[in-house]
């Protein structure tokens, strides 16, 4: 079945370049996402990228996609502590109506 | 406007009892999808509406789960019997799909945490 994977955790000093990096299995993946999860919040969409594409810029967010190696990661420059949080990988695997979550990434931002 | 809300926020419940998890998702957004995520698992899909189309129900975990959507707009996750291994966030999203083409955004709600003692 689909998979998605993540490093558990990132920790970052504030003001420098954050990467997180997830891998996929699923070669189908038409859209692939991050999302973001603070503290007794629900999911925020961040960002995502059609998988036709090899990078999408948007403000501090850099999302960088190798279909060959099924690789995505997602770079957030000039991090600040409000980027502490859990970072979910996702793609979607069987059209709309399923979207396979990696175990999400928590970055944690030292002031 | 308003997001997706779900309650109530945490439920605590004794093994064996029923709960039901309610999901408000964005007004006009045809799609509603039920996710849960377990402690240091990624989220895991149970269940999907699309206006009136027959649910897609694949991922429900067992015949203990069932969900409904009433009138296109409000869903109910009932859990029968729980056991301890129910326990988990169990997250809503809505989206607004258009006829099936494009892959449409999903808009989380903030879950309900669901503790089964």
């Known amino acids: 079945g689909e998979d998605v994977e993540q490093s558990l955790f990132l920790s970052v000093r504030e003001g420098d370049s954050s990467v997180i990096n997830c891998t996929y299995t699923d070669s189908s993946s038409t859209y692939l996402y991050w999302y973001k999860q603070e503290p007794g919040a629900g999911l925020q969409l961040l960002t995502y990228?059609?998988?036709?594409?090899d990078m999408k810029q948007d403000q501090r967010l850099t999302v960088l996609l190798n279909k060959k190696d099924k690789h995505l990661s997602l770079r957030i420059a000039d991090t600040q502590t409000g980027d502490s949080a859990i970072y979910f990988c996702?793609?979607?695997?069987?059209?709309?109506?399923?979207?396979?979550f990696g175990i999400g990434t928590k970055l944690q931002v030292i002031p | 406007g308003a997001g997706v809300s779900q309650s109530p926020s945490n439920k605590v419940t004794e093994k064996g009892k029923d709960v039901e998890l309610r999901c408000d998702p964005i007004?006009?957004?045809?799609?509603l999808y039920w996710y849960r995520q377990s402690l240091g698992q990624g989220l895991e899909f149970l269940i999907y509406f699309q206006g009136n189309s027959a649910p897609d129900k694949s991922g429900l975990p067992s015949d203990r789960f069932s969900a409904e959507r009433t009138g296109g707009s409000v869903s109910t996750l009932t859990i029968q019997r729980t056991q301890q291994e129910d326990s988990a966030v169990y997250l809503c999203a809505s989206s607004l799909v258009y006829g099936g083409e494009s892959t449409d955004t999903q808009y989380f709600g903030p879950g309900t945490r669901l503790t089964v003692l």
């Open positions: 996702a793609e979607d695997s069987g059209g709309y109506q399923k979207v396979t």
């Open positions: 007004s006009g957004h045809t799609a």
């Open positions: 990228i059609f998988s036709n594409m």
